[in-house]
């Protein structure tokens, strides 16, 4: 059984790839650095290298008021998906730990 909070290893999986925002959900666009995609909606910015502009060498600069893709993220289900294993940032120790606490 998968437990209801996600156990964050580091593994910055969530940081990298388009983060909608959802304010049915509660995201508040006036609160984060955006960009409308035409056909899409209202979206976090990146950085030149793909990751979120919030992202920085200690994390996430905005995890306490992170928007909802984002807190629903779980790395074990990524882990476990085909998605992963062609991630650029892939580090296979923290997938394979991610693995491992889907199985318990």
Known sequence: MIDAKVP????RACC???VL??????D???KYIT???EGVGIMLER???GSCVYLDDDGCAA???RPALCRAFDCRVYA??????RDPHFDAAVFEAGRQRMNK
Do not use: I, M, Q, R
């Open 28 to 30: 508040d666009p006036d």
């Open 16 to 18: 990298y790839g388009p």
């Open 47 to 49: 950085n030149p290298d």
């Open 21 to 26: 925002l959802h304010p049915a959900l509660g």
């Open 35 to 37: 960009k409308t995609v």
């Open 63 to 65: 995890y306490e008021h």
């Open 8 to 11: 964050c290893n580091g593994c």
């Open 80 to 85: 476990l998906s085909k998605f992963s294993e």
